[in-house]
């Protein structure tokens, strides 16, 4: 048995590996929203004025992190983080490929991301997602995040969910190692 090995790591927002997970990212959820209230998928225009819209500036440094996550050095999936104000930060842009799903890296990225917040000096993450997202809003379930108030106008949002990141960090799966930069194998 070969054991496959997922790695995340920073990533410059503006890199072409960001800018190819931003359109992925971007294409599915605008699509299953169009497709589940419209019957009818993204617009390409509308779909490129959004990527332009909204190129990931706030992941930066210092007050931001993009993290991808690689499975056998391939680009499989990211995940953002972004500091709101001193203690708290946002987790955003969590998406894997669909081929890449079930595999590990969901939880991976959002505990990478979640160190990443503890290491901007965040005490708190809050995320939304919306109603048809089903699999994102049980992955947060099941890594410890509660659903509560709504935290931003997101016209969008359907479900606010916050966790606190002051006690002890949960173990990573796979046997990841702490911090941004992890290895796992799956």
Request: aromatic fraction near 8%; hydrophobic fraction near 40%.
């Amino acid at each position: 048995m070969s054991v496959m090995t997922w790695t995340v790591a920073p990533e410059p927002y503006h890199s072409p590996v960001a800018a190819a997970l931003w359109r992925a990212y971007y294409t599915e959820v605008s699509d299953r929203w169009y497709l589940l209230h419209e019957r009818r998928r993204t617009d390409p225009d509308e779909l490129e004025r959004e990527i332009a819209a909204r190129s990931g500036s706030e992941l930066a440094p210092p007050t931001g992190r993009l993290l991808v996550a690689r499975y056998e050095g391939e680009p499989a999936g990211c995940a953002g983080v972004r500091l709101l104000d001193a203690a708290t930060a946002e987790l955003t842009r969590v998406f894997v490929y669909e081929e890449m799903r079930g595999r590990g890296g969901a939880p991976l990225l959002v505990r990478a991301a979640e160190d990443a917040a503890r290491a901007l000096g965040a005490r708190r993450i809050v995320l939304d997602t919306r109603s048809d997202l089903v699999e994102a809003r049980a992955l947060y379930a099941r890594l410890g995040y509660e659903e509560g108030e709504r935290h931003n106008d997101d016209p969008y949002a359907e479900h606010w969910f916050s966790k606190d990141l002051t006690g002890p960090a949960a173990p990573h799966r796979c046997g990841a190692a702490p911090g941004p930069n992890r290895t796992a194998r799956r």
